[in-house]
């Protein structure tokens, strides 16, 4: 018979107790909004600028005709390919 007690009591502190207020949620300023100006978005506005400048060289080089990447791709796989099947049977038969 205490249980039911119990319960009464602690239903009883729970509905005298006032409400727990919560705590504001922050509200996400823009950044033409901001009081004080950021470091980091000074930093990604430079980057920017950087990586916009080495793109825009990297289209005015001069590439290698894919004829060429080809050969060089297949080559050094190649060359790596006869390296390992090379040292394997050196290995092997030593």
């Known amino acids: 018979m205490a ?4 319960r009464a009591q602690h239903v009883e502190d729970t509905q005298t107790q006032a409400p727990v ?7 996400r300023i823009a950044s033409d909004e901001a009081a004080a ?17 080495r793109d825009e060289a990297a289209t005015t ?13 297949v080559g050094s796989s190649a060359l790596l390919w006869a ?3 090379g040292g394997a049977t050196y290995i092997l038969n030593h």
């Open 3 to 6: 249980q039911p007690r119990a």
């Open 21 to 27: 207020a919560r705590a504001p949620s922050p509200v």
């Open 37 to 53: 100006p950021s470091p980091a978005r000074a930093l990604q506005d430079s980057l920017m600028a950087t990586w916009l400048e």
């Open 61 to 73: 080089e001069e590439r290698w005709s894919p004829r060429k990447s080809l050969a060089v791709m």
């Open 83 to 85: 390296a390992i099947i």
